[in-house]
């Protein structure tokens, strides 16, 4: 199973990106798939998830600035992020579990918020 996680780059204070995960299609519309970051010197923290069900949460840092999604038909869940902070810098990781049976992670895509 693949993950590829893309988006990622440099952005000013207040700007946006879009992060996206595309995975296998055989787990994607049964997995729970979270995005994750990790910050240098910092433990990896989760951002926001979005059950097969649909329903979503996030991270208290991101309510309100990111949105989760997925759409099913291309196996893929994105991540827009708006009104980007400095403190939102970060490697971006995305997850696809589903409790008891998978637990699979993709590269990082590095977002970069310049002050």
């Known amino acids: 199973v693949q993950l590829q996680a893309f988006g990622g780059g440099l952005v000013q204070t207040g700007g946006s990106l879009r992060l996206s995960c595309a995975a296998s299609r055989t787990i994607f519309s049964i997995s729970d798939m979270g995005w994750y970051r990790q910050a240098p010197g910092k433990q990896r923290e989760l951002v926001a998830v979005?059950?097969?069900?649909?329903?979503?949460d996030y991270a208290g840092s991101v309510k309100g600035r990111f949105t989760i999604s997925r759409d099913n038909a291309k196996n893929t869940v994105y991540l827009q992020m708006n009104s980007l902070k400095p403190e939102d810098t970060a490697a971006y990781y995305c997850?696809?579990?589903?409790?008891?049976?998978?637990?699979?992670w993709g590269q990082g895509t590095v977002v970069t918020v310049s002050s």
């Open positions: 979005i059950f097969s069900g649909g329903s979503t």
């Open positions: 997850q696809a579990i589903r409790i008891g049976s998978w637990d699979y």
